[in-house]
């Protein structure tokens, strides 16, 4: 969708007279900040690219799930959703990076926040299951489907059960997604959200934060998780994240990140 006409579906929230500036590293959007002249009022804006919806991207999901979130300080005040388009406030900060235990144990806590929200309205919502995500997004990839990399993950597949008690999940966990505003912690980007796995979102943040070691043993005894019960979520993770990345770089060489996931998880 060309800019110009995204600019003016939302018009009547930021007005004419803007400033726009293009956010780089957008994997899955094209992200903009919006200025107003001479107010200097800030939005997020996020178009989807084409490749959005195949990669599990929702906006009426996503605009359901805010509006249902509201009231909650670390989530963003939405302004327009539509399903190309989505225009948030635009949050000051820096990225939340865990180094220490009081930094985990606050991710541990926002982690615990999400999964205890009362899901009223959104029980009707679609769940997100990590079986069914692997196996389509295996199928966008011929190449992949009769592979070494495919006959592990999908004994692993056989393995896993999806729960009968759900809670809204978040997906997307990492640095960049939750940001430090004047000591407050904003979580952006809720569009894997949805109902789900709790495991599995906590698997995602483990790997969107990279921790290992005494880091990931804090969380877990924060969460009151034991390693075992975490070892098949995040196999499945890293699988998922493997699969996203082929389905949005289909040129890229993934061949080493493939290995390596097999020798990490062979029996």
Request: with cysteine; glycine share 4%; proline share 4%.
């Amino acid at each position: 969708m060309h800019l110009r006409t995204v600019l003016e579906k939302i018009y009547f929230v930021t007005g004419e007279n803007l400033s726009v500036q293009r956010v780089p590293n957008a994997l899955t959007n094209q992200v903009y900040k919006i200025t107003s002249k001479p107010s200097e009022k800030m939005w997020a804006l996020r178009v989807s690219k084409q490749i959005s919806r195949e990669l599990g991207i929702d906006r009426a999901r996503e605009e359901k799930i805010l509006d249902h979130l509201k009231g909650n300080a670390w989530v963003l005040r939405p302004f327009f959703f539509n399903q190309a388009i989505c225009l948030t406030e635009w949050v000051h900060g820096t990225p939340f990076y865990v180094h220490s235990v009081e930094q985990i144990q606050k991710l541990s806590q926002l982690i615990h926040e999400i999964h205890s929200q009362p899901l009223g309205g959104l029980t009707h919502i679609q769940p997100t299951e990590i079986d069914k995500q692997l196996l389509h997004l295996l199928k966008r990839l011929p190449e992949a489907t009769d592979s070494a990399f495919s006959n592990l993950l999908l004994k692993k597949i056989k393995h896993y059960v999806f729960p009968k008690k759900l809670t809204l999940c978040h997906h997307d966990l990492h640095p960049e997604n939750i940001i430090v505003s004047q000591t407050q912690l904003k979580l952006l980007d809720w569009e894997y959200a949805s109902l789900g796995d709790p495991l599995i979102d906590i698997a995602c943040a483990i790997e969107g934060f990279k921790l290992n070691g005494a880091n990931k043993a804090e969380m877990l005894k924060a969460l009151k998780l034991g390693d075992e019960e975490m070892q098949l979520p995040i196999c499945l993770v890293q699988a998922l994240s493997l699969l996203w990345y082929m389905n949005r770089f289909p040129k890229s060489n993934f061949n080493r990140q493939l290995n390596l996931w097999i020798e990490t998880w062979k029996d």
